[in-house]
């Protein structure tokens, strides 16, 4: 199976990883073998011919040409999720079954208006943090939580969703609102539910292991996160290119960056709370 890459610009993590991860997740059935990237990286200046004759991928000069000669399709850019609506538009009208990469969107607005065209194309299409397949999250799914603490690594804008879905997988329900207080990168979000419930996340700016408090029904448990959660991801995400079975429900992807994008709103005005939007797809 030929899977090709559609990027903003391709000398990122994500990128360089990906290939040997899904050929060794897919034993061998998958093969990245084709690029795309919009810009040279902003970082190292490389370009798209640079980065792929180094990985010995072929580059496309145009996402038309990736689609065309793929059998399955991932659009990455993880940290310039502004670009993903762009990005997926001709993968998304192609039908082929089409992954797209962490943050899935910058706005619920931008989250409905991909799903939308998926749908009214018949595309197989997903998105989902790595982190929801962390195996220490398991043993909570489907248990009562009435509140939480969810802390990690980096900054809102790129590790957010790291600590968001894994919590919302595990909470459920609906969040109502969020407040937000940061300074520099480090930023403290608490979120309330509409039937009471609370919990905060963090993300520190730094390199900060991934932990959770969970106070259940019968007390507090704390959650180490040590597992290989790429690799599980990994296997999720064959799983999806062998069957078009979609990792995450649509509905569940946009409540989650519709929480993201009010927290990114909170951030500009620290201790007030904002509303999390409903929107078409909204409870």
């Known amino acids: 199976m030929k899977v090709g890459f559609i990027d903003y610009y391709l000398d990122e993590w994500h990128a360089d990883h990906y290939p040997d991860m899904l050929k ?3 034993r061998g059935s998958m093969e990245v073998r084709y690029a795309y990237g919009m810009v040279p990286s902003p970082r190292s200046g490389k370009t798209s011919e640079e980065w792929c004759r180094e990985h010995g991928i072929q580059c496309c000069r145009t996402i038309e ?4 000669k793929s059998d399955v399709l991932m659009v990455l850019a993880p ?9 997926s538009k001709k993968a998304l009208e ?9 943050t899935f969107a910058s706005s619920r607005e931008m989250a ?3 799903f939308a065209l998926a749908e009214s194309c018949g595309t197989p299409c997903c998105s989902t943090s790595a982190l929801r397949y962390a195996s220490e999250y398991q043993p909570f799914m489907g248990r009562r939580i009435q509140a939480a603490a969810f802390v990690g690594a980096s900054d809102y804008n790129n590790y957010s969703i790291h600590l968001l879905e894994p919590m919302l997988m595990l909470m459920e329900g609906e969040v109502q609102r969020v407040m937000a207080l940061t300074r520099g990168d480090w930023t403290q979000l608490v979120l309330a539910w509409e039937d009471g419930r609370i919990a905060s996340m963090l993300c520190t700016g730094g390199g900060t292991a991934f932990t959770a408090h969970l106070l259940l029904d019968e007390g507090c448990e704390q959650v180490d996160v040590d597992s290989d959660f790429f690799g ?3 296997e999720e995400l064959v799983r999806f290119f062998e069957t078009g079975e979609i990792l995450v429900p649509h509905e569940e992807t946009v409540r989650i960056i ?3 994008e009010a927290g990114a709103k909170a951030m500009e005005r620290p201790g007030e ?4 939007g409903r929107g078409s797809t909204g409870g």
């Open 24 to 26: 060794e997740a897919s």
């Open 65 to 68: 040409e990736v689609v065309e």
């Open 232 to 234: 599980l991801f990994m």
């Open 79 to 87: 940290e310039d999720a502004q670009t993903h609506e762009h990005l």
């Open 112 to 114: 409905e208006a991909i």
């Open 94 to 102: 192609s039908g082929k079954r089409t992954y797209i990469d962490k």
């Open 273 to 276: 709370w904002v509303e999390v």
């Open 258 to 260: 519709a929480v993201r």
